[in-house]
């Protein structure tokens, strides 16, 4: 049996960027430029007023204060096409383009009527003061995003402010579904009392949620080798094929077999770890990546954290692609035989700049009701027998619900 490293290892390597593509502005969150984006225009694209006030020559105001006459108003989305006549200003709203003369705004705070279409401005106001330049973020032509990046909130916003409509990227890859087991039945179903309901399709479709894959949940397959035949080929017509079950060394196991009926390659195939020991990876005979996952609910959370998730942030791009692993002080001893490494369900948490990490207590890798109540892992190495309370362990939340770390109650 390998270890947690070699298989990681080896499903790393074998992931492989996917062809480039380009998707829509909405659709690009959580893709990779696959290109250098270059700023269509200046930004800003004219000199524009930060601030509802009046345009004038710096110049005109080098004392305190000042009267002006007030030669018109200027609203955003509309360019002055009248030059600012010496002694003059112009009222002028947030956003809109200075006149051309005009070289600073006074903020209407700063301002008061002086009869007779003036106004008084108080100063003093330097040249440029509440000005946003043209070009002063970007100008045009230059690179504004690299090749690389990761699309979030503020590189979608700056793709919208370019107009790059239809974005670059590392194409979005389809991912399929399917689940074995007699045993198990949807969860809208009534199961009989030797039945299940299916937890893996809501786990692993919640766990992708944060990724732009397109998901096929293509239904669950009973345990014989010619239903799961069809059914994983339906799978192979996509790029990723994620099998929930099937894969250990029961009579009803089938999944490694069909596999390699179908032409399959296994490249892993059990793992050293705890949970997941029967984790399979394979490469389809068109270079499709299929993943085995354990059919036990917490080894499935384990298994998409450690292997599937890293190597879907490959396959779209992303450089980083594991989760960070923290140093954390244990608050409960942990001992276990050393022969696999575990991946301990925790519960993580800060106080006064200290990572603290307190084991959950599960009744194993069926127990999905202790699992709810981690957000993260310890990672025991493979030869480690005890961890003492107090000690020092390496450890790393759950993506997805990383949430619980980035955010705290209203008090
Ligand atoms: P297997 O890997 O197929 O041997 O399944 C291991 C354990 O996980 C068994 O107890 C199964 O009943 C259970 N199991 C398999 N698939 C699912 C599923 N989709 N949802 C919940 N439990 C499952
Ligand atoms: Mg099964």
Redesign the pocket.
């Known amino acids: 049996m390998i270890t947690f490293d070699a298989a990681l290892q080896a499903v790393m390597r074998q992931a492989r960027r996917q062809p480039i593509g380009r998707v829509s502005l909405g659709e690009s969150v959580g893709c990779v430029l696959s290109r250098d984006i270059q700023a269509d225009r200046n930004l800003p694209p004219f000199h524009r007023s930060t601030m509802d006030g009046y345009a004038m020559r710096a110049t005109d105001l080098q004392q305190t204060r000042t009267t002006l006459m007030v030669q018109g108003t200027i609203r955003p989305g509309v360019a002055s096409r009248a030059r600012l006549k010496a002694g003059h200003c112009m009222k002028i709203m947030t956003g809109a383009p200075l006149p051309p003369g005009a070289d600073a705004v006074v903020m209407v705070e700063a301002s008061g009527p002086a009869g007779k279409g003036r106004v008084h401005l108080q100063g003093p106001v330097e040249k440029w003061e509440n000005v946003a330049r043209q070009g002063e973020d970007i100008r045009k032509g230059r690179v504004v995003l690299r090749r690389g990046t990761v699309i979030d909130a503020a590189v979608n916003g700056l793709l919208a402010t370019v107009g790059a409509v239809s974005v670059p990227v590392y194409r979005p890859p389809r991912v399929a579904v399917l689940?074995?087991?007699e045993?198990?039945v949807p969860p809208g179903a009534t199961p009989r009392p030797s039945e299940?309901r299916?937890?893996?399709?809501a786990i692993i479709a919640s766990r992708l949620k944060e990724l732009p894959v397109t998901l096929d949940l293509l239904g669950t397959s009973p345990d014989n080798p010619r239903a799961l035949k069809w059914l994983i080929q339906q799978g192979l017509k996509r790029e990723i094929v994620l099998i929930?079950?099937?894969?250990?060394m029961?009579d009803y196991?089938y999944v490694p077999e069909v596999l390699k009926k179908l032409r399959a390659r296994i490249i892993v195939h059990r793992v050293a770890i705890k949970p997941g020991r029967?984790f399979l990876f394979a490469r389809g005979p068109k270079g499709q990546y299929v993943f085995g996952l354990?059919?036990?609910?917490v080894s499935v959370l384990v298994c998409m954290e450690e292997f599937v998730i890293p190597a879907l942030r490959k396959i779209l791009g992303y450089e980083a692609c594991v989760p960070k692993v923290w140093r954390a002080i244990l608050t409960a001893p942990y001992s276990k035989p050393a022969d696999r490494m575990h991946f301990a369900l925790a519960r993580l948490w800060w106080r006064q700049e200290r990572l603290y990490a307190t084991p959950v207590v599960s009744h194993g890798s069926?127990d999905l009701v202790s699992a709810t109540r981690a957000n993260g892992v310890i990672l025991v190495p493979r030869r480690e027998r005890k961890l003492a309370k107090g000690g020092l362990v390496r450890a790393h939340f759950f993506g997805g619900r990383g949430l619980s770390s980035a955010l705290q109650k209203t008090s």
Do not use: C, K, L, R
């Open positions: 689940i074995t087991g045993e198990v299940i299916d937890s893996n399709s929930s079950g099937g894969i250990s029961g196991d029967p354990p059919g036990n609910p069926g």
